[in-house]
């Protein structure tokens, strides 16, 4: 039940968001200022080719996104949200499957005007890493660049035309409003976002009491009504954040992720209805968010939030009421959303529901069982004399990845670690990585002595994931100094490596 869930909307996509490096990106050619449509025409055979329905579809909507991204995060970015601005910053959005790659708002007046949108083929495109990363911050041609790659988000697409077109475009936007307009104000409570086993019962159902307060302020007619209802769901937010020490080391992801998903969605609003007032696209917005909710019981109550989106459609409806109720916009950024609406309007005792309750506890057992499996499996390998651990560095360059299932707190060797089932291409001096849904942990490097994040060079080491494979699998050359191992789920050819530690650490150099 868990897995088919988390199959289709769990798909996280998280990456080291870092402001404008030294990665100053260049072409090895100017583009030809043409249509998108006429682009995308010149593209059809290669792309008619392609088995992958997805990709087509990307290819099919591509016109209509590179329009719409523009419009939403450069030219009405102010609408979306007051202090949004991004005159100064371009958008990269890149097809590598489709060997085309668009520049919104151009910062380089010789390439050409800037309201155009600037057309690229990829292979011009020097450096490669743009095209293995989903998303990042960096520079191309000298100026402060959004890049997206689209291949990545053909994963997420379920469903086809409005809705595959729905669901990237709030991607973009979501990835988007965590790096240009999240990324230089500070949140508190940003601690692990990984699962804890077991997982604390108590601490899901007080989030989805929360939720469903939340809702209702959503639906309420008038005023005094939706603050009675804020009330309700603060009173469970009190309790949730006094369960564990835990809870309230992650309230800010309320504040990160539901920004970012009540942008996306009135993001969504504002091209379906372009005329709407700001009033009726905050009741769009919110009605969006409510829409889109899939529930973790499907089959059974129907009533739980998944794990994984609590931050997103909590802090989202939370949000949305504060924004309804004209809380501080400057507040709303930085604040949690449920800690602001607290201060504002306090708490009011509210009742169970049992319905609620009862399916919170059946889901959570069954939940705690699955946590144990996913644990075990990694500790039963660590053990295993038939397996070895490959210890593989992750650079700044490399940070970027594709997370699917659950990220569950680990200790491995007395240090803190992570399981992760990740997507990830590293790419080494010697060598390139590639992992495929692939089980593994991932250690955090320490970050000592290093004054300023922002200005890590690309090689700087951000942590490490340590693979656990069948020793049957590893080939080393003859003279033992390289290490190849060829799965499904993991690439490596000639890597340099050292035994150590009990492990083959594969070297930077």
Not at 35 to 42: D, I, L, N, R, T
Not at 160 to 179: Q, R
Not at 464 to 490: A, C
Request: aromatic share 8%.
């Amino acid at each position: 039940m868990l897995k088919i869930v988390r199959s289709l909307f769990m798909i996280l996509i998280i990456t080291i968001l870092t402001a404008c490096n030294n990665n100053n990106q260049e072409t090895t050619e100017k583009p030809e200022n043409k249509k998108v449509e006429e682009s995308q025409k010149s593209n059809e055979d290669s792309m008619d080719s392609n088995p992958i329905e997805n990709s087509k579809i990307i290819r099919e909507i591509t016109p209509k996104l590179v329009k719409d991204i523009k419009k939403i995060l450069i030219d009405d970015a102010s609408k979306l949200w007051p202090s949004f601005n991004n005159e100064d910053k371009q958008i990269l959005l890149l097809n590598p499957s489709n060997k085309m790659a668009y520049l919104i708002n151009n910062q380089k007046s010789d390439i050409g005007p800037k309201n155009e949108v600037i057309e690229y083929s990829t292979d011009s495109i020097k450096d490669t890493q743009l095209l293995v990363n989903p998303f990042q911050l960096t520079k191309f041609n000298d100026h402060p660049t959004y890049v997206f790659n689209l291949e990545f988000a053909s994963d997420l697409i379920s469903g086809a035309d409005e809705k595959a077109y729905e669901i990237v475009f709030k991607f973009i936007v979501h990835e988007g409003i965590h790096i240009l307009l999240q990324s230089g104000d500070s949140v508190e409570g940003l601690g692990t976002r990984a699962e804890t086993y077991p997982e604390d019962t108590d601490s899901r159902y007080y989030r989805n009491e929360m939720y469903q307060y939340l809702k209702k302020a959503i639906e309420s007619k008038t005023k005094n009504e939706k603050i009675d209802q804020i009330q309700k769901a603060v009173y469970f937010y009190e309790l949730y954040l006094n369960s564990n020490k835990k809870n309230k080391a992650q309230d800010g992801y309320d504040n990160i992720e539901g920004m970012a998903t009540y942008l996306e969605s009135k993001a969504y609003q504002m091209i379906k209805h372009p005329d709407a007032s700001a009033q009726k696209l905050n009741e769009l917005t919110a009605q969006n968010i409510i829409d889109n909710f899939t529930a973790a019981d499907q089959g059974q109550e129907e009533v739980l939030l998944m794990k994984g989106r609590e931050f997103y459609e909590i802090g989202a409806l939370a949000i949305a009421s504060a924004v309804d109720l004209n809380l501080n916009e400057k507040s709303l950024l930085t604040a949690s959303p449920l800690g602001l609406l607290k201060s504002e309007f306090g708490s009011k005792k509210a009742e169970s529901q049992e319905n609620i309750k009862k399916a919170n506890n059946d889901y959570y057992n069954a939940y705690n069982n699955e946590l144990k499996s996913y644990v075990e499996d990694i500790s039963s390998k660590q053990k295993d004399e038939q397996f070895a651990a490959v210890r593989i560095p992750v650079t700044n360059q490399n940070s970027s990845a594709t997370f699917e299932n659950m990220i569950v707190e680990y200790q491995y060797k007395g240090n803190p670690a992570e399981i992760q089932t990740t997507t990830r291409e590293i790419i080494l001096p010697d060598t390139r990585i590639k992992l495929n849904k692939m089980k593994s942990l991932f250690i955090e490097a320490p970050m000592e002595g290093l004054e300023d994040p922002t200005k890590m060079n690309s090689n700087t080491i951000m942590g490490y994931t340590i693979v656990f494979v069948p020793k049957k699998d590893i080939e080393f050359s003859q003279d033992k100094q390289l290490l190849t191992i060829q799965r499904d789920d993991l690439l490596i050819f000639d890597a340099k490596y050292e035994e150590k530690d009990g492990e083959y650490q594969i070297l930077m150099n």
